[in-house]
């Protein structure tokens, strides 16, 4: 089983910048496709970005095109979330998935979960 553990966020003042960290246990990490996603109170959970395999191509949600960036580092099993020009309605626990293909947006294509880390805009 793969574990994902997150960690980089907190507070930050809108138009900030924050990096948040997806670190992955094992071996098998780097052959699976990983994806971020977000939830903020009250709203559904929402697809961020996602990264290939092999780092070769990407996907982003129309909301975060722009500002965000994900990336991986392989030999690490890491994967990153840099975040830019971020805005209050960015707010949310980001969360990422391990285990995805295709570049998926949808959650039920990811086979691994971390615990969550809060992201919070505000002035």
């Known amino acids: 089983q793969v574990l994902l553990g997150e960690s980089g966020g907190g507070l930050v003042q809108p138009g900030g910048s924050l990096r948040v960290s997806c670190a992955a246990s094992?071996?098998?990490?780097?052959?699976?496709?990983i994806g971020w996603f977000r939830q903020a109170p009250g709203k559904e959970r929402e697809f961020v970005a996602a990264?290939?395999?092999?780092?070769?191509?990407?996907a982003y949600a129309d909301s975060v095109k722009g500002r965000f960036t994900i990336s991986r580092d392989s030999a690490q099993n890491t994967v990153y979330l840099q975040m830019n020009s971020l805005k209050p309605e960015d707010t949310a626990v980001y969360c990422c998935?391990?285990?995805?293909?295709?570049?998926?947006?949808?959650?039920?294509?990811?086979?691994?979960w971390g615990q969550g880390n809060q992201v919070t805009v505000s002035s």
């Open positions: 998935a391990g285990g995805g293909w295709g570049l998926s947006h949808y959650p039920r294509h990811y086979a691994y």
């Open positions: 094992g071996r098998t990490f780097s052959i699976y496709d």
């Open positions: 990264i290939a395999w092999n780092g070769g191509a990407t």
